[in-house]
């Protein structure tokens, strides 16, 4: 970058103009002194160009210090349940390519996204109920209007009958964390509670739900039901009111409640989620997305793999899986556009 430098004429201190000066003031022996040749236009110019990129990083680097506060933020949570016998070998690989997806298409900070695997390092970070329950409610904490949050699962769900009556079909759908077996599953319910409940007017959560009996996992008041035409309707879902504070929270899952969800490899040759990869390149290759143009191309990719392998494996697609919309509020689907 050009600048202008003259000695001071009284201490022979050296004097720098970035800035188009015509005087300077010597911060040694407070003489003045006058530059002789000004700064170009051009050269001003990359100068504020120069000082705008340093004042937008160090914007982001005080976001990735402080992700509590940031504009973005996520959980990313992948269970393989090693050593189980239904042990599921695309969990982690369905969240690394998540996290790619976040970071480098949807533009969320790497320090603003947690991560609970298997492979993790950090004890922390291990998919334990506690841990994930943590997440959760880290996830929510201190967000304000404008916030995008994001929450991805990948593991085993359950179906727990209901016992508190807010359930039209009579189960509370529940995830699996790696230790369920003594600590319990993570109902719907406290997942409600969790992360959609306190979510304030301007704040959007979007959850992306890869596991079976999904389709109301965080227990939002209206499903929408749509068939192989795209034509839909929203379904009151909830008894009981499990909204936000006027917040937005969507949820897209991999099935409906009584149906399962499977990982394949007929995309890739590598085992990954059927919702997740179809959700991953509608992103990736869709611009200008609504709703119903992200629920409309996963159906159909998940349908074309279950397909493809009935045609080898006849009874793989005896229970169909259809990815579910549910969402804490009723909207036009085909008009909305999908804003992380």
């Not at 699962?153 to 009579?170: L, S």
């Amino acid at each position: 970058m050009a600048t202008i430098t003259i000695p001071c004429q009284t201490c022979g201190r050296t004097l720098i103009n970035m800035w188009g000066l015509r005087y300077a003031l010597c911060a040694e022996c407070k003489a003045v002194q006058v530059f002789k040749e000004k700064i170009k236009p051009r050269v001003l110019f990359q100068v504020g160009r120069f000082l705008n990129a340093a004042a937008n990083q160090y914007q982001e680097q005080l976001g990735q210090l402080a992700p509590k506060y940031g504009r973005k933020r996520a959980v990313l949570c992948g269970i393989t349940y090693n050593n189980h016998i239904k042990k599921l070998e695309a969990s982690v690989h369905n969240v690394r390519s998540m996290q790619r997806l976040l970071v480098n298409k949807l533009r969320f900070p790497n320090a603003s996204i947690r991560v609970l695997t298997e492979e993790e390092s950090d004890s922390n970070s291990i998919p334990t109920k506690g841990n994930i329950q943590a997440a959760l409610e880290w996830l929510v904490q201190g967000c304000q209007p404008g916030d995008s949050l994001f929450f991805y699962y990948a593991g085993h769900a359950t179906r727990i009958p209901d016992k508190d009556g807010d359930e039209v079909d009579g189960y509370d759908e529940a995830l699996c964390p790696l230790d369920y077996k003594h600590a319990g599953a993570i109902l719907d319910d406290d997942i409600n509670a969790t992360i959609v409940a306190p979510l304030p007017h301007g704040v959007t959560l979007h959850s992306v739900v890869d596991t079976c009996f999904s389709g109301t996992v965080l227990d939002l008041p209206f499903l929408c039901k749509i068939n192989w035409d795209g034509l839909y309707k929203w379904e009151e879902h909830q008894l009981t009111d499990k909204g936000t504070r006027g917040g937005k929270a969507v949820c897209i899952s991999a099935c409906a409640d009584d149906q399962n969800s499977a990982d394949t490899s007929v995309f890739t040759g590598r085992a990954i989620g059927a919702l997740t990869f179809s959700f991953i390149q509608t992103i990736e290759n869709e611009s200008k997305l609504t709703y119903g143009m992200l629920l409309n191309s996963m159906r159909k990719n998940v349908n074309h793999a279950q397909q493809v392998v009935g045609r080898f494996m006849p009874r793989a697609t005896s229970v169909p899986q259809e990815p579910q919309l549910s969402s804490s509020t009723r909207f036009e689907i085909y008009s909305e556009p999908i804003i992380f």
